[in-house]
Structures are given as C-alpha cells and as structure tokens.
C-alpha cells in the first residue's frame, strides 16, 4: 500500500465516536483469500503471574499466551481445566468466549489447602478454529490460616544482646513413611525477621518478613529427591533484631512473642498417603552460635541492620543433618497454635496498633533470584591487603573462597561505594612525580593511585594512574611521571575502600570473619548495597574465581531492551532499569544500604521502572497491599504511611499518598488484575476523599494535612535541593500537590469505570474537573502562560515559576493542549530541574508536549545535571540526588560535604526508564492488560531506536530508523494484541507498507495505522 503523505488530507475524513480520524483509503491487507491456520497450543502459563507457584492465596487467576502462525491473529474463546493429584476434573471453564489471557479467574469448587493441582487451557482463533490443549502447569492451593494443621509458634527466650541480635538454630527430624513411593513434598514456613531452611545439610529456602503482627508472610519450597522411610531432618535458622528502625516492625509484645517460627511439613505418597510434621514444643531451639553477638553494632540506625561478626570455629557442623546429637538442645518454647487470637489491648504495640499478634499469614508472592559476579579487577597490595572493584554498586553479600584457613585466624572486609580519596592541595604540572594531598591517613606504599579521577560534583576529570612509591607527610611520591598536569583541588582515588560517610552512606560496611582450618566460604547473611571489597590479609592467594559478589533483586524474568542511534542513551536506559531492579528486594527499597525501608514515593517510582523495564508484578502487588494495610492500620483521615512497614509506627509524606492512587491504577493497566483494583477502591477512595478533604474556598487544595519539617503539606522533590527553588515556606496552595490530587480523583474515577461503578465515576470526575477548572483559572499566569509554584495565604500567586510547576500540570492532565507546545518550549529552556525523584514526572511531560528531543537532551548530557553525568562522574547506580552531599543544586568540587550519608545507591530516579520506553521507542500500553498498545516513534533527537517490552500478553517489539521521508518502522505485536502504529507526516514522503496494516488516517501530523498480530514494516520513501 502507498500513502502520499503530504496529500493524505484530501481523502474524505471523518471521525469516530471516540475521536479517531478515518479514512477510506486503500487498506494494506493482502489481496485474496488467505487460509486461516488453527492455533497451536498456548505457553507461558502462569498463575497469578507466577510460574507454577506453590501457594496461592485465594481463587487462582490464569493467564496464557496465545500462539498463531497467523498474522493479525486474536483470540476468540478459551477454555480452562482444573484437575487434582488424582486426575480428577474439578473444573472445566467449557468454551468461554472472551479475548481475556490474563488474570482469568477460577470459577469451581473450594480449593483444598496446602494441596497441588494441575491444569491446562486452550484458544479458539477469531475464526473459530481451536488449538489443541497447553502442556499441564501447576500450582499449589494457599494454606489461608486454618490450614496450618496444628503448628504452633515457637521461639527461643534470650536476654540481653542475645534478644537485641537474635539467631537461633531450630530443627526435628520427620520419619518418612516407608512402603509407598514419595510423590511430593513441601515445607511452610513463616518467622518474623529473615530465615533460612536447611534440609539434610542443603539449603533448600531463604525468606523474610518485616511485617507488622498479623500482617506477615509465610514461604513454601519443594523438597526434591525424598524418599520413603528415610529420616528427614528439617532445620531452620531465624534472625530477629528489635529496632525503631525504617522498614522493618517488631515482632509481638508479651508473651505473644517478638520472635516467632512456624513450620509445617508435608510429605505425599503415591497411595494417597501423606505424612506431616509441624512445629511445636517438640522442637529443638540453640543459639546460633558461629554468628556472635558479644558486640551488636548497627550496620546503619535507619535500616536497623546488624554488623555481622561470623565465628567459623563455633560452626554447628551436621546440625541441620540427621545424626546431629541435639540432646544438649533446649526445647522450644511453644507460643500456641496458628492463628493466635488477638489480645484485648495491643496499646504496647507498635503506635498502639492492632493487630498485634501472629492473627494472619499470607503467601509470598515475591521472591528473589541470585547471581554470582567476580571482580573486574583484583590487586594484592604489599601489606598482604587484597582489593576488589566489581565495576558496579550491587546489592549483593560479599564470598571469599579461602582453601587454606587457620583457625582463629581475624579477616576484615571492608566494602565502600567509592574507593578511599582526597583532593590535591597544589596544582601539578606534566612531568612532576610528588603529589601533595589533603589527606593520605590511608594512602601506602604500593597502592595504585588515580589523579584527576571522576568523582561526585568533580566531573569526568582527566584521570591518569601511577603507584605510590613513598608517602612522606602529606607528599605522595609516583613510581613514573605524570604525563598531563592537574589542577589544585583534583579528586584523587587510591586502591583502598573509602570509609568518609559519603563514600558509605554514613554507614558502617564492614564483615568480620573468624576462620576455621581447612577450606570454607567466608559469606555473611545479609546483603547491603557496595561495589569495593577490601580484605585484609587472607594469608593465602585469593584469584578473581575466590572472590564473588552474590548479587540479588527480585524475581523479574523480562528485562526491556533498548539500542540507539545515541550510545549515552544506552547507557542511561541500562542504568535506570539496573538502578530500579537493585532497588526491588523482599521489598522496594529506599537504598539497599542506609535506608532499607519501603517507602511510598520510591516504592511508586521504582514499581513503575520494574514493571514495564523488567516486567516485574509480583512485588508491586504485595507493595500495594502493605500499603493499603498502612491506612487500615493508622490512617483514619485516608492517609497512607510514608514508609511501611515501620518501626517508628505512624509517619506520613502527604503527596505519597496522594501518588498511591495512580499506582495501583498504572498496576492494573498493565496488568489487568481487575481483583486488586476492586480491592483497592476503597482505599483509593479514602485518599482522594483525605485530599478533597483539604480544598479551601478557593477550589484548590490547602496545606494538605500530614507531615513534618521538610516534608510538611509535601516534600515536592527530595532531597531539598532537587526543588531548583520551588518555593515551599507560605506557600499554601501547592501546584504540585493540586495536581497529584487531581491525578488521583481522575485515578479513581478511572478504576470505578473498569469495576462498573458509575457513581463513584461521576463523582471523582467531577471533584477532578472543579480542581482542574481552579488550578488553570488560579495557578496559571494569563500573560504569559507559565504555571506559578502556588499561591501565598493571601491567595496572590507565588513570584516563582519553576521546572515542577509546568511539568506537573501537563503529566496530569491539567494544561489544556493547546499549552502544550509553550509549555514543551518552557521546559526545555530550562532543561533539567527536577531531581531523580520527579524525573518520571518530567520525561512524561516531555513526552506529552512531542520534546523526544528534550528528553534525549537532559537524559544524555553529561555536564550538567542528570543520568548522564552520574555515569560521566562514576557512577554506576543512580544516586539520591544529582550531586550527593550538595546543599543547593549548583554546588561542585569542594562544596560537595563528604560527610554528607546521601545515598549513591537511589532506584527512584529509574522510573526514567518509562520516558526512554514510551517517549523516544514510542510504546505505551493503552489498554488494562495490553490488548491494545500505541507505537509512536520518536520524530526528532535521535536517528534510530530499537527495543522490546514485555507485556501481560507477550513481547512487543519496535524498531525504528528516521530519514527525510519519515521513520521507517518495523513492529512485532503479539497474538491477540492490537497496536496503533503512529507515524510523522512528512512533505513529499510515503509509505509502504508490508504486512496487514488498515489506515486509519491522519491526527495531530501523524498517520494512524492498525495492525495484529505479527511483523509489520514500514517503509518511508519519496512520494510518486
């Protein structure tokens, strides 16, 4: 098919109920009839999004992909069956006719808990022709709270530092019944804190729950190669430490707890048979001994971890194997069966909250997957030290293989961000061979030193490096001679771990390790977020093979590619999803170091980045839910906890709460898991009835309650200096937070349209269109078009018009259309102004206001503030804030505090990574579920742009190259997925289409095409 371009406009338009120009033109389906093949069997089976789970609270929801040979495939009808162990049918859904593949609810009889099922789906095609049946997928029923046979909590008493850093070995041996074959076998397990479960000697599970009391988590593992009469012996290690720290809730008051494990424990036979073992009085309890406590030091106060001080010589060896001799083992202390009741009075509890006992468990839903990386470069400096760059911050633990330990023999592993640094005091000319520098407290003789290096407020420098050859007073003496000169005030790096509290984060990153003869793994338990390791003297040679960082991060399965005619770019897109996906733990996580806390504003912004960068789900959902329990646990008014859970109880941010609402909104359009949206209505409800709540006789929203210090009526952007002068003091009448409050009123509005509720509908729309109608009348300067900051107590607009105040009502949907090109050219005179934590809001205002060529602009510039130059300057993490340790946003060099604990470990800012994928690829998932998704290339700021995304019903691909006639395209959509391909109309271009395309017409200077399933190419050539 060929389109004149420059002459579309004289087909006869006309436009579509919902606002779509169409013309008659020439479609490009294939002529004559093609033969329709039938599907084959669906893949990708999934049970509330996950592979084959073993638990699974609640009615099972299945979701599939569709497979055609077909172009322009969709799917007409499925049908589900469910059956038992035995094979026995106890649903079958019949032919449904439905396009729906995902979170497709199971419609039988009760589901047995803690039992296993199986089930299989096939698809009907639009013409009706049916696939055969998917291979069988399983997935285990949840065990609810009555499913736990009996088990009881149990926990071991401790006093002192032993209370305040509790490790406990427990453990008990289960006789497998002999005679019928073992078909299947599982362990439950749920703690408070973080636990380890160990069978025959083999880790077989490692978990946790912060949760508050009755708001927890259990896990549940398959135990493989079990068999019939063999003695099965089931150990667990626990870890609970009491704190007021972010992130965490302690455990139970009184005798209800802190500490708390139950187990259960089941083995199936082929005969129908099933033994069980649960946790009781029975157990056997020790301290865990190898992990010593006689010193508890916080790792950080915020995060509440613990230093870690691992004793090999006082390992258990064979406690977690049958013939281990526990009779020296005190049994443990029962706290009673599962579920416990709730006490009268929970007033010494967390915030005087209730519930405060073990009343319910739900199944883990997220889980973490773990990779092994070795050092880039490894250095064994003269005083025995050993020295490991990874080349990147990880959240990840430190192991160190030593095959010739000496029992009693101390290592210390110092882990930093940065390694350890000064400045020089006095310029240095080509050919010098001393330095003089501010500090060389831990500079030595043989260590590889780096002037001029790329540092933090220093820029990319001009870096070159020597070796010290003698350190004299503050004189640093080189083994060869400096080929450039360097100015005063030059960042130098040497190879030691840097310990200043910016190059930690304020943080104390050390791991003591006692060793044990013989061979071992020095390996502590928990992670932290680093990327040097410095070991002092192993005594033996240590090879980047010994030496390993186990990295971890959630269980994301479908990373996002991206490729470009910018290389910058690139890295900037790789570094937004990493930063986002280090960032998504057992929870999402403010920094993996400092602040391990899930708080609000960054858990939305890096739910954002995983779910559409690395197809992440699981972890959003559970986030969504810990939230919604933050309200019903402290927040009468509607609000939401700032951070959850929490062990300083009760605390807000007034505009995270404001943000939830669009969250759990984003979850459900890509997902289209319509069961939490339902969930979450009323909650969403109380937040937009908490911010009406706060509407003045102006019409706008005033000093929105919540809040303290910095953050009262909002933070804005954080850290202060990433506000660029947004002014906050007296400003009663917020632009930021009016326009959260109307993204959330449109949020539930638009969740009550997918659940069919037309009242509620009416009602937020409504309370959104009067906020509007007063932002644009009050907020916004008539003259010259330019949104104020907000409006002082006597309603006069605020004499501040700052970068968050324009991009804030354009995401949002407040300025009028007709703004958008002044206020696109307004943004991008000011180019980047907001920090990391509202870069989501910006790229997406870029990408409303057609400025690709922004976007790409402050994304890749590496001399001024942005992703570009956290590479340029180092980086390998996105950091707390544009320049860590700034005061104000334009400070550099010396102005820089290194005794500033600002993190350089922050995932927010990869939220980014959406304005990459939606702005400059151009895909944007239009509808619940992706059934429909729109592919807008970017038409100006780069030549070329490849890349992927997954969705709920499979991988969307996009490829695209610009030239003179316009952007040639390519796009692989998947089967039962409709895509609008919308492309820039150039004078005097055309295109030609290959593949099954329908041309929709023209709107806005782009052409509209449909397409299905399958490849389709456009091709941009000269007009005929």
Known sequence: MRLPLATCRRFGLFVLTWGLAFSPAPQAFAAGPVRNHAPTAPVGLTVNDRVDPLAVDGAPQFGWLPQDIDSGETQSAYQVVVRDGDGTELWNSGKVSSSAQSWTRYGGSALKAGTSYTWRVRTWDHAGAESAFSDPASFGAGLGDDGWSGAQWIRRPATGNDATNEWTAARKIMTVSSGSPVTDARVYVASMGDWEV???GHVVQRSSSYEYAGEGYYDVSRLDGITAGQKLPVGVVTHYWNCKCQGRANGPSGSEGPSGLLVKVVVDHEDGTRDLMVSDGSWKVHRYEPQRVDAVTYRNSDSGDRLEYYDATKEMTGWDTAPYDDSSWPAATAIGPHPRPNPVNCASYEGSSSPCAFTHLSALEAHLSQKVVHPVSLLHLPDGTVFADFGKVYAAVPSVRLQDGAAGRQLTFT????????TLTAAVSAGATTLTLAAVGNVHVGDRITVDAPADGYGAGDPETHTVQAVDGTTVTLDSALLRGHAKGSWVENSRAGTSKLDTQGSNMHFYYTEKDGAQTAQPFTYWGWRYLQISDPGENLTTEDISAVVQNTDAAHPATFSSSDATLDSVFELM??????????VFLDTPTREKGQFLGDSIDESFATMSASGERSLTRQAIVAFMNSQARYWNNGALNSVYPNGDAKRDIPDYTEMFPEWVLRYYQTTGDKDLLRQALPVMKNVAD?????????????????????????IIDWPAPMRYGYVTKGNVNRTVVNALGVGALRSVATAAVALGDTGTRTTYDDRADHLTAAMRDQLRDPGTGAWSDGLDAAGSRIDHFGEHSQSFPVAYGIADPSEYAALGDRISELGMQQGPMTLRTLLEALRITDRPDTLVKILTDPSHDGPAQVLSEGGSFLWEQWTPGCSTSDCTGTQVSQSSSESFSHGWGGAGVNGVLEGVLGLTVTSPGAETVRI??????????????????????VDWHRTRFGVNTKVDIPVNVTATVALPVVAGGMYHVTGQATYLGIKDGKALYQVGSGKSIFHAAAGE
Do not use: M
């Not at 882990?415 to 000064?422: D, E, G, I, L």
């Not at 009406?692 to 909002?714: H, I, M, T």
């Not at 807008?936 to 691909?957: C, H, I, M, N, Y």
């Open 577 to 586: 999803q990493r930063s986002a996906l280090q960032s998504s733990q057992n």
């Open 690 to 714: 908490y911010i009406w709540g706060a509407v003045d006789n102006r019409g706008l929203v005033a000093d929105l309650p919540g809040g303290s210090g910095d953050y009262q009526y909002g």
């Open 415 to 422: 882990t930093s961000y940065r390694r350890n640094n000064s």
């Open 198 to 200: 160990n069978v025959g």
């Open 936 to 957: 807008t290339p970017a038409d100006k700021g780069l030549t070329a742009a490849s890349g992927t995304q997954w969705t709920e019903r499979g991988e969307v691909g």
